[in-house]
């Protein structure tokens, strides 16, 4: 969303702090985070090391490039840690994975140049969100059965509860005059959710490529929701 609108005003939050400090390190310095790239190698032992790294005693410019590194040659480039934080998905097998595109880094910096980024729960767009602002929310996805949970971008998982708050938030903004809209997995608990919330109108359903599945047959399109709340 904020890359195809491009605006010249944004705030970027999210709960995961790799995400968000690789997003700094974009935008502040991101020379340093190409040289700090260009000394990572396609190889499982290298691959093994640098996952065993404690983020949190590096460098934010190093910090950021583990970052990118693990999710360039990771597994289907997931991002998934256990409940101590620790990045736990394995080597990819890739062949040639391009860990570096420069070209890309300086003009994702450029856009970010302007864009306030920060690590806040979703909770927190209350505190700066006004009359007419755009709000958009892409939280981890309800799971559409039981086998398929996977919410665990950060150690905290995002449970049914969460989900729930969100809806709530997402009236909030509704009742103060913001246009939000909503992204999610399209199960029933996510429709009745919206729906006991009074937003059955602004429930579209739309088809999503999914590559990412254990299972072959659980790859190809998926069903997924946008809730619109100026189509209510």
């Not at 702090?17 to 040289?35: H, M, T």
């Not at 190698?41 to 590194?69: H, M, T, W």
């Not at 903004?173 to 199960?187: A, E, F, I, K, P």
Request: hydrophobic share 35%; with cysteine.
């Amino acid at each position: 969303m904020f890359f195809h609108l491009t605006p010249s005003q944004a705030f970027l939050s999210d709960m995961n702090e790799e995400l968000i400090n690789a997003y700094l390190q974009v935008k502040d310095d991101v020379e340093g985070l190409i040289y700090a790239l260009k000394s990572h190698v396609n190889d499982k032992d290298y691959f093994c090391r640098i996952r065993g790294l404690n983020p949190k005693e590096l460098s934010p410019v190093q910090r950021a490039s583990r970052f990118i590194y693990l999710n360039k040659t990771c597994f289907n480039g997931l991002h998934r840690v256990n409940r101590s934080g620790q990045f736990n998905v394995p080597f990819g097998k890739y062949k040639n994975p391009k860990i570096l595109d420069a070209d890309n880094l300086r003009s994702v910096s450029k856009i970010l140049s302007t864009t306030n980024i920060q690590v806040r729960n979703f909770e927190n767009v209350l505190d700066v969100a006004k009359p007419g602002d755009l709000v958009y929310f892409d939280p981890p996805y309800h799971p559409t059965n039981e086998k398929s949970y996977f919410t665990e971008y950060t150690s905290v998982p995002f449970d049914k509860q969460q989900q729930e708050l969100l809806g709530s938030v997402f009236r909030e903004l509704d009742q103060r005059g913001c246009l939000v809209m909503l992204s999610n997995s399209y199960t029933p608990f996510i429709i009745n959710l919206f729906t006991q919330l009074g937003y059955h109108k602004a429930l579209v359903e739309v088809k999503a490529k999914r590559a990412i599945n254990c299972k072959g047959n659980g790859r190809g399109q998926v069903s997924e929701v946008l809730v619109c709340n100026w189509l209510k």
